[in-house]
């Protein structure tokens, strides 16, 4: 028997013994599928793999690219009615296993979860205060679902709610836009800083990228759309300056070519726009397929990222409606009667398209979502 060894220690398995910075090197190893498996095999497993200090030590360096679904609309109080009855959780599916994967938050204390956006890990979701009336106070959270910690924002009005989009980015930076006003907070503030954002009109798929925001708005008539990008830093905004429109004279047609055209964040200093592409300038002319294209923030030039292949876009030519989702080099599409999605896959540089099938809670059709990259990533006070 070792010297300072109990024989209790001594019949433990041998893993028992091992430091727990050993244990940590270990485990830090192996992908994150494997560590949340491994995080059900055993209690000791269990506290090594949630221990502040191992979470610490992979936060940056594990992950998983998943694409996160946003639930299906409903009317307020029906909605208020199924989280209640029902245990609320974001469904997920995840590329490269193929698969859906459910991660559940009934950790935490508000109804009628809705989460909306995601970043480096943490997901923010708007949620009813359990103190008071559904839909009376509405308050925007960030958690992880995988270590299952979460923090509430500073306080704002449910009108916030209904009307902004939240954008998040990797600073940890927060912003809530409306057409008249945004707000914003940035990580260790416990308030929201106020200003007006004087857009044209309403903003369609605004998106946070480095320092800027971007967002398309109509500056057409009432009989015909014209979308126009725009763009204004954060510090601009905080002084209450216009934004800019961008627009270059080598750009000509793009913005017309495109049918109902919305933002999507892509990889770097790029955004992608994806509407249908027009098959004539006509104000109702239908469209030959779903177009992507990239724009390079540097150089300012666009070039085509993909176009759906016409015997999947078929599927979409009956729908009045289709919803775009996700970032990076993955895009999501989905539409009414549909009832599946599809994905354009850009990974392995060559822009792969497929089905996704099994989609769940797809209620009316249209899914909704984002990406969200999971990881362990500790939630700070």
């Known amino acids: 028997m070792l010297y300072?060894?109990?024989?209790?220690?001594?019949d433990a398995p041998p893993i028992y013994r091992l430091p727990q910075d050993t244990l940590h090197q270990i485990f830090s190893a192996l992908p994150l599928r494997q560590i949340m498996i491994c995080r059900s095999v055993c209690k000791?497993?269990?506290?090594?793999?949630?221990?502040?200090?191992?979470?610490?030590?992979?936060?940056?360096?594990?992950?998983?690219?998943?694409?996160?679904?946003?639930?299906?609309?409903?009317?307020?109080?029906h909605a208020h009615r199924l989280h209640q009855s029902s245990h609320p959780g974001l469904h997920v599916f995840d590329p490269d296993q193929n698969q859906w994967l459910r991660f559940n938050?009934?950790?935490?204390?508000?109804?009628?979860l809705h989460p909306v956006a995601s970043s480096l890990g943490l997901v923010y979701?708007?949620?009813?205060?359990?103190?008071?009336?559904?839909?009376?106070?509405?308050?925007?959270?960030?958690?992880?679902?995988?270590?299952r910690q979460f923090r509430v924002l500073p306080q704002l009005g449910s009108a916030w709610s209904r009307h902004?989009?939240?954008?998040?980015?990797?600073?940890?930076?927060?912003?809530?836009?409306?057409?008249?006003?945004?707000?914003?907070?940035?990580?260790?503030?416990?308030?929201?800083?106020?200003?007006?954002?004087?857009?044209?009109?309403?903003?369609?798929?605004?998106?946070?990228?480095?320092?800027?925001?971007?967002?398309l708005c109509d500056v057409g008539s009432p009989w015909r759309s014209q979308w126009k990008l725009f763009s204004c830093t954060i510090a601009k905004m905080k002084n209450s300056q216009t934004w800019n429109r961008l627009e270059r004279h080598e750009w000509g047609d793009v913005f017309d070519i495109l049918k109902r055209p919305r933002l999507v964040r892509g990889n770097g200093n790029r955004i992608l726009m994806v509407g249908g592409l027009k098959s004539?300038?006509?104000?109702?002319?239908?469209?030959?397929?779903?177009?992507?294209l990239r724009l390079?923030?540097?150089?300012?030039?666009?070039?085509?990222?993909?176009?759906?292949?016409l015997d999947m876009f078929r599927c979409f030519q009956e729908s009045s409606k289709f919803k775009v989702f996700g970032g990076g080099d993955r895009v999501c599409f989905s539409a009414k009667r549909v009832g599946r999605l599809a994905l354009w896959d850009y990974c392995s540089g060559k822009g792969d398209w497929r089905w996704i099938d099994g989609v769940p809670g797809s209620g009316d059709g249209l899914s909704r979502g984002f990406v969200f990259e999971a990881r362990l990533t500790a939630l700070s006070p």
């Open 44 to 77: 000791l497993f269990n506290q090594v793999l949630t221990s502040p200090c191992f979470l610490h030590l992979i936060s940056a360096t594990s992950s998983l690219h998943l694409l996160a679904l946003r639930p299906p609309h409903h009317h307020h109080h």
């Open 280 to 292: 004539s300038f006509s104000l109702n002319s239908s469209c030959s397929t779903i177009l992507i």
């Open 4 to 10: 300072g060894t109990t024989a209790s220690e001594m």
């Open 105 to 112: 938050l009934d950790f935490l204390p508000f109804r009628s």
């Open 164 to 215: 902004g989009s939240v954008l998040v980015d990797s600073a940890s930076r927060v912003m809530v836009l409306t057409e008249l006003a945004a707000l914003y907070c940035f990580s260790g503030s416990n308030q929201w800083l106020s200003f007006s954002s004087n857009l044209p009109s309403k903003p369609r798929s605004p998106i946070l990228v480095s320092d800027s925001v971007y967002a």
């Open 125 to 147: 979701l708007w949620g009813d205060s359990p103190d008071l009336s559904p839909g009376l106070s509405k308050s925007l959270l960030v958690c992880n679902p995988l270590t």
């Open 296 to 309: 390079d923030l540097e150089s300012l030039d666009w070039d085509e990222a993909g176009r759906m292949p």
